[in-house]
Nanobody, 115 residues
Framework: QVQLVESGGGLVQPGGSLRLSCVASGSIFGINSMGWYRRAPGKERELVAALPSGGSANYADSVKGRFTISRDNAKNTVYLQMNSLRPEDTAVYYC?????????WGEGILVTVSS
């Protein structure tokens, strides 16, 4: 089993920044990819950013140039640095780990961008 614990969400004004963190624990040897998804009110869950092990990051077009995903393998942690936040970035953000073809999810953390 894999456990994912997210932190760093909250309320921020438009143009502000937040950094999300997700710590993975459990049977995590051989992780294929770590990433972030989000579900905005009334919308489907969508990929925000993903970072395959040994590969390059990929981003949703809507966040390119504003968000940066990174990993600290020693800490089994994936980060999402979010800059220039917009109201449309308001969503519940979910940490995701792909391990041997199985997707694991965090419980989600709310990010609200509002003045």
């Amino acid at each position: 089993q894999v456990q994912l614990v997210e932190s760093g969400g909250g309320l921020v004004q438009p143009g502000g920044s937040l950094r999300l963190s997700c710590v993975a624990s459990g049977s995590i040897f051989g992780i294929n990819s770590m990433g972030w998804y989000r579900r905005a009110p009334g919308k489907e869950r969508e990929l925000v950013a993903a970072l395959p092990s040994g590969g390059s990051a990929n981003y949703a077009d809507s966040v390119k140039g504003r968000f940066t995903i990174s990993r600290d393998n020693a800490k089994n942690t994936v980060y999402l640095q979010m800059n220039s936040l917009r109201p449309e970035d308001t969503a519940v953000y979910y940490c995701n780990v792909l391990l041997y073809g199985w997707n694991y999810w965090g419980e989600g953390i709310l990010v609200t961008v509002s003045s």
